[in-house]
């Protein structure tokens, strides 16, 4: 994982009413933290290491325009020691070319898995090691490594690509449409040594300079949460360091609930459970913390307003 400790939980609802069990549930937003992004929109790309190619910023965006075929040129940025996370990018390719992500590159800028745009209408998959490429279980555009998407030629197209220990997903949309809620590509690593670790990049093929430059843009990299056992989290009141209850079997729902383009997960306790338990303690005002708690995935808190309105109902 990247980091845990800036993860953002927001529970909700922020004011506990201990004598009224109203209501059945406390709801939890797990929003991971933003580990790297450029828009580029300060004109520079200072933090990103071309390795071949040229690039350069330009109207805020980032461009390839030199003309290279295998082994693509390539730019990285980030943190070598990174394992698990996910990467989200705009690409623009000119004409009908290729342009991509890379993922968990190492510092030679030769080791990586590349996910990425292909010429005709494709989201390819292939996986290099030390300069040599190697195409996902032995199989050259195997099917389940290069799946048809749609025509991309000179439109603003997000992919997004998932790493989270051997398993490698992605997928592709157009700017202008909607986010498939399934992934193109998913792939466990079956091989002896999976890259576990390493940085971000893009990566650009041509085979003619009418297929450049290509473009990108907006390159975000989160926290990867989706490896969250979720009927393993627990709320626990912070300051007592006591657990207060599970979460609800069945409640963790992956998606985007602040449409903020991070996706997040929702988790329910119960709400009488923790109310009683607070009420227990002889708690019946003023703020209290919970911390959300996933096998030290999260740890992550947030306060709520205890009140005791009215006369006890339960
Ligand atoms: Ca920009
Ligand atoms: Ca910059
Ligand atoms: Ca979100």
Known sequence: MVSVNAIEVDIAPATL???NNA?????AYIEPSVVFNDNFDDGDALGWQVILGTWQVLNYEYEQI???YIPGARSFAGDTAWTDYVLVAKVKITDDGWGGLLLRGNAAGNTYYELYLQRGGYLQLTKTVAGSRTWPGGVWNGPQFRVYVGSFADQWWY???DV????IRGKAWPVSGSEP????INWDDPEAAPILNGRIGLITFSWSTTQLPVYFDDVLVTEDINGINVDTIELWHTAHNHKITDVIPGSGLFGDHDGDGIP???IKFDRATVANHLRGEGITSGDVELTIKAQGFVDGSDSVRVIAKGKATF
């Open 164 to 167: 989270n220990g051997n398993n």
């Open 181 to 184: 809620a399934t992934w193109h």
């Open 264 to 266: 997040d997960l929702t």
């Open 23 to 27: 209501g059945e549930c406390i709801t």
């Open 159 to 161: 992919i997004r690509a």
């Open 17 to 19: 009413n201990v004598n």
């Open 66 to 68: 030199a003309n290279w």
